[in-house]
């Protein structure tokens, strides 16, 4: 269950970015900073989730370890990077 509410989470920061990038890109230069950030981050998050493999699967004991330790403080911090690209007013 670890893992599918990791997969579940990167999956609805992916998500909420996606939104966020289709309402702004427009506003913005395709090259800003700020939106190339973003998809990075999306790029990275994407990663993982692919990496985590089937949601099936039960997260072993040090898997549960590094996805509550690192994993998920890793993707929180990845959503308020997006948040804070989206929140500045340039």
Same mark, same amino acid.
């Given at each position: 269950?670890? @893992? %599918?509410?990791a997969?579940?989470?990167?999956?609805?920061?992916? &998500?909420? &970015?996606?939104?966020?990038? +289709?309402?702004?890109?427009?506003?913005?230069?395709?090259?800003?900073?700020?939106?190339?950030?973003?998809? @990075?981050?999306? %790029?990275?998050?994407? *990663?993982?989730?692919?990496?985590?493999?089937?949601?099936?699967?039960? +997260? @072993?004991?040090?898997?549960?370890?590094?996805?509550? &330790?690192?994993?998920?403080?890793? *993707?929180? &911090?990845?959503? *308020?990077?997006?948040?804070?690209?989206?929140?500045?007013? @340039?």
């Amino acid at each position: 269950m670890v @893992r %599918a509410a990791a997969i579940d989470k990167i999956e609805q920061v992916l &998500s909420d &970015s996606y939104a966020l990038l +289709a309402e702004h890109t427009p506003r913005r230069p395709a090259d800003s900073p700020d939106l190339a950030h973003v998809r @990075r981050i999306r %790029a990275a998050l994407s *990663v993982l989730a692919e990496d985590l493999g089937p949601r099936g699967l039960a +997260a @072993r004991p040090d898997q549960r370890d590094w996805i509550d &330790s690192e994993l998920l403080p890793t *993707v929180l &911090s990845a959503e *308020v990077e997006i948040g804070r690209a989206f929140a500045d007013p @340039r």
